[in-house]
């Protein structure tokens, strides 16, 4: 009898609950001139890492309980093109590129070798941590066209291209969900078309023809891409074995972010033309909106956590704080 109240119990206390949800403003800052560029981090330990960039730049850390200030790599030089930081998918691994790229080795950045012989500043477009010490990194090669560089075993190593790579190609986006698990989205003749890593070369899987601006893959491999037409904001999933869209465009909103988090869900930002900008969560068909808590914001980076999702967003041109949205569950 006393084993039947306890199993009552414990049936109580853990059965599902609808999780408490609240944002928290965690940092504001108005330092001097335009803020341009920003970018958040989130590590497995409870470490964020943040950066805005502009006339005038801050880079942080939060410990789990307070902010501190800290030094940029002494030759590191923000701007807009490939900048920020990027995570491996378990959180164990950080990186910054901005021109050239850094890793984070125990306290302090150390500067990976540059890639290119000829330009010490590289034109990068997107990098993506795939597993602790394996990087890949897209950029523009020296003649043209892009150049795709794996970091592995504490060198750089060039990868191959889809072949054949014919007119205008250029790469746009990558993402990767653990190590080899790699998508990128590939233009040919101004056409878009996703990309997968089969270990020796790329296979090629064509996609709605829509401007993409970001693209992720979760952990349980299924790869999602945010972009725009002219009706409104548009979500892909690769379903099925296709990408498809998913719903309908969304009117006047731009979705310029879109990230996995270490449980299989997908995070995606929205700045809709009027009203608060929100982040969308989806995980097991389940999609929950969550608005910032001001409308005069625009989300400018993300960067999803254990237990909930973090927000860099601009207020005005030189005013950006930092927001946490967590969740409280029991068992």
Same mark, same amino acid.
Not at 71 to 77: N, R
Not at 155 to 182: D, F, H, T, Y
Not at 277 to 283: C, I, Q, R, T
């Given at each position: ?51 805005? &960039? ?16 800290? *030094? ?13 930081? *990027? ?67 504490? %060198? ?12 205008? %190609? ?23 078309? %996703?990309?997968?890593? *089969? ?54 909103? &731009? ?49 999803? %956590? ?26």
């Amino acid at each position: 009898m006393r084993l039947a109240w306890v199993l009552l119990v414990l049936l109580v206390v853990c059965a599902p609950q609808t999780p408490e949800v609240s944002w928290r403003l965690r940092h504001t800052w108005d330092g001097p001139g335009r803020h341009m560029w920003h970018s958040i981090a989130a590590l497995r330990t409870g470490e964020v890492w943040t950066y805005v &960039a502009g006339d005038t730049s801050l880079m942080m850390r939060w410990d789990g309980r307070a902010w501190r200030t800290e *030094e940029p790599p002494g030759d590191f030089l923000p701007t807009g093109s490939g900048f920020g930081f *990027e995570t491996s998918p378990a959180g164990d691994d950080l990186w910054l590129a901005s021109g050239g790229v850094w890793q984070r080795v125990r306290d302090s950045w150390v500067r990976r070798p540059n890639l290119s012989r000829f330009d010490p500043e590289l034109t990068i477009k997107d990098m993506a941590v795939a597993a602790k010490d394996e990087v890949w990194l897209a950029r523009i090669g020296e003649y043209g066209g892009w150049v795709m560089n794996m970091w592995s075993r504490g %060198a750089w190593k060039e990868m191959p291209k889809p072949s054949p790579e014919m007119g205008s %190609a250029w790469l746009e986006r990558i993402a990767a969900a653990g190590p080899g698990r790699v998508w990128a989205i590939h233009q040919v003749d101004g056409l878009s078309q %996703a990309i997968r890593w *089969e270990g020796s070369g790329w296979s090629t899987h064509p996609m709605p023809q829509v401007s993409i601006r970001d693209l992720a893959v979760s952990a349980r491999g299924d790869a999602w891409a945010v972009g725009s037409e002219e009706s409104g904001g548009v979500i892909l999933r690769r379903q099925g074995g296709r990408w498809k869209r998913v719903g309908d465009p969304l009117p006047g909103t &731009a979705l310029p972010f879109v990230r996995a988090d270490a449980r299989g869900g997908v995070w995606i930002a929205a700045d809709p033309g009027r009203g608060r900008p929100y982040v969308l969560h989806v995980k097991d068909g389940r999609w929950s909106k969550y608005p910032l808590p001001e409308s005069s914001s625009k989300i400018m980076a993300i960067a999803p %956590a254990a237990t909930g999702v973090w927000v860099y967003a601009r207020q005005g041109s030189g005013v950006s704080k930092v927001y946490e949205l967590s969740f409280s569950t029991f068992c």
